[in-house]
């Protein structure tokens, strides 16, 4: 197990932004266009562990990884939800993504980067995962930035 941190991360309003417009280049999907090869490099450069955190689940490897110039990352399974645990979040106001995604961490220091996080998410995450977590939300118009990368880079480095 390695001692850098996890960096679990969305794609929809994330490394694909929805306020971009697509370039005029024919794709099969004109949303992938909108992915930004410059940020995967800078993903790359950061001393975590990356982590597909989306719906894309395997897709994520075979189309936007190497838009991204990255190899193949793990991916976060999502569990059937259950009674329970849906009655949590809606008690917590939770992202459908948070327990999860603590309980993928395992303890370990995590970061999340995702269009959908809320105050209520991170306040969650503070009251039950032992480790050091940074969840920050992007604009889903704009995607992870460079200033978002910075905000990482920091976490990890402090």
Known sequence: MSDRPLLFLDIDGTVIPFGRSAPSAPSANPYLARVDPHIGRRLATLRCELV????WEDEANREVAPRLGLEALPVVRWPEPTPEGAQEDR??????KTRTLVAWA???PFVW???EITADDSAWVVDNHPGRALLL??????GVTEGDL??????VSG
């Open 106 to 108: 395992s303890g370990r």
């Open 91 to 96: 008690w917590f106001n939770l992202h459908w």
């Open 150 to 155: 910075d905000v990482v880079e920091a976490w």
């Open 52 to 55: 597909w955190a989306t719906t």
């Open 137 to 142: 939300p992007v604009k889903a118009s704009l």
């Open 113 to 115: 980067i995702d269009d």
